[in-house]
């Protein structure tokens, strides 16, 4: 799993954005996920990604992880 991830941030660093999102996705690494959607562009997968994160985070409400996507992906 480890380098698995270490793949997806190198393809990242390279700037290949969809096939590190395609390890992401595998890997669940919903941080990396919604960064890659981020650069992508898709502000809706973003949000979904996010809200999806929330319901699933005890700590955090939908509201909480709404407001954190858009101020460091979506501004």
Avoid: P
């Avoid at 990396?32 to 996010?50: E, H, M, P, S, W």
């Avoid at 809200?51 to 996507?69: A, D, P, Q, W, Y």
């Amino acid at each position: 799993m480890q380098r698995q991830q270490e793949l997806g941030t190198l393809l990242d660093d390279i700037g290949a954005v969809s096939a590190a999102l395609e390890v992401y996705l595998r890997l669940q690494s919903w941080e990396n996920v919604i960064a890659c959607y981020a650069k992508l562009g898709y502000q809706q997968k973003v949000r979904a990604c996010f809200l999806f994160v929330g319901i699933k985070s005890e700590h955090l409400n939908s509201r909480t992880c709404i407001m954190h996507v858009e101020r460091q992906f979506c501004m």
